[in-house]
């Protein structure tokens, strides 16, 4: 079975641009959630969503903005880059969503996004 | 909200030592508590978790955990480690309100 994708693997932009990440779960999952890792650090929780209604939010600005489709895959966008947003950016998928469940999330590769 | 707090940030063992790496999180409700582990070039995998029962939880590869409710601790150990245990560790909570926490991790290296 494959397990969590994610695309591109690697992405460049210059300041001001606009991203869109994309993710697919595992076949069965219906729950995404989306993490920012920056060098040297854990990951940052983002997004979670499940059955495409948002179900937690981190402390990230609203240039951050997510969304699922049907098929339970999810896009993860970023306006207005800024060289902080350089970073890896991790994607996960449960079967439902994390809290108070028994629900252990699979993560992807991630996406390597360098802002220049 | 709830934060998580790795206290070494890099270990360095020899092979057939014993591991413990801390992990400490302030959170007073119920919580489920997982270690996941970053070997060189791959992704995030899970080593174990904790959701509830039994304190002592036993994951893939001899590791194994204890949940100190009182302390606010989920340690994680090994009794003897091996080179390929190379890899960054991380430590998470994870609460009520979907909103899993990460410690800063720690890179840990066993020399052969």
């Known amino acids: 079975d494959a397990g969590v994708t994610q695309s591109p693997t690697h992405l460049i932009k210059t300041r001001g641009q606009q991203v869109t990440l994309r993710c697919s779960p595992i076949?069965?999952?219906?729950?995404v959630s989306w993490y920012q890792q920056v060098l040297g650090q854990g990951p940052q929780f983002i997004f979670q969503?499940?059955?495409?209604?948002?179900?937690g939010r981190g402390n990230f600005p609203d240039r951050f903005s997510a969304r699922q489709f049907p098929n339970y895959s999810s896009e993860l966008n970023v306006n207005a880059l800024l060289l902080g947003d350089s970073a890896l950016y991790l994607c996960a998928s449960s079967l439902a969503p994390t809290s108070g469940s028994y629900n252990e999330q699979f993560f992807g590769p991630g996406t390597r996004l360098t802002v220049l | 909200a709830q934060s998580v707090s790795q206290h070494n940030h890099h270990v360095i063992l020899s092979e057939a030592a014993s591991l413990e790496l801390g992990c400490n999180y302030s959170?007073?409700?119920?919580?489920?508590l997982f270690w996941y582990v970053q070997y060189p070039g791959q992704h995030l995998q899970l080593l174990l978790k904790?959701?509830?029962?039994?304190?002592l939880v036993k994951g893939i590869k001899g590791f194994e955990a204890e949940f100190i409710k009182s302390k606010f601790s989920f340690n994680l150990r090994k009794p003897s480690v091996q080179w390929s245990d190379t890899a960054e560790y991380f430590c998470a909570v994870n609460a009520w309100n979907n909103d899993m926490r990460f410690g800063a991790g720690t890179r840990l290296t066993v020399k052969p």
């Open positions: 959170y007073g409700g119920t919580v489920n």
């Open positions: 969503y499940y059955e495409k209604e948002e179900r």
């Open positions: 076949s069965g999952h219906k729950s």
């Open positions: 904790y959701f509830s029962g039994d304190p």
